[in-house]
């Protein structure tokens, strides 16, 4: 079975650093790309960045810019969301969801199929 566990998450204060994890069970994440997306009270899902199955990163949200860094361990299963420099802004429920090789957006349409639970970031002072 496919499944996505997100972890990390948790309270910092603001220009902190949190580093989210999302490991793959069921199946091998390399062969996907991996994204991560957030959803803050009140306001709709929006997609943060994305790690292609060759490894490329795409940025979804200017907002991170300079800020987000995502990366893959293949050897662990793992996808990672290095967040510094964080806002109270950026508090919101954060989720990694996977699809088949590319982050690209089609139509407007993000198209990842499997997510995670996701895991609570809250950046306050």
């Known amino acids: 079975q496919l499944q996505l566990v997100e972890s990390g998450g948790g309270l910092v204060q603001p220009g902190g650093s949190l580093r989210l994890s999302c490991a793959a069970s069921g199946f091998t994440l390399r062969n996907y790309a991996i994204g991560w997306f957030r959803q803050a009270p009140g306001k709709e899902r929006e997609g943060v960045l994305c790690?292609?199955?060759?490894?490329?990163?795409?940025n979804y949200a200017d907002s991170v810019k300079g800020r987000f860094t995502i990366s893959r361990d293949n050897a662990k299963n793992t996808v990672y969301l290095q967040m510094n420099s964080l806002k109270p802004e950026d508090t919101a429920v954060y989720y990694c969801?996977?699809?088949?090789?590319?982050?690209?957006?089609?139509?407007?349409?993000?198209?990842?199929?499997?997510w995670g639970q996701g895991t609570q970031v809250t950046v306050s002072s």
């Open positions: 969801a996977a699809k088949e090789k590319s982050c690209t957006v089609v139509a407007g349409s993000y198209n990842f199929g499997a």
């Open positions: 790690v292609s199955s060759s490894g490329g990163s795409t």
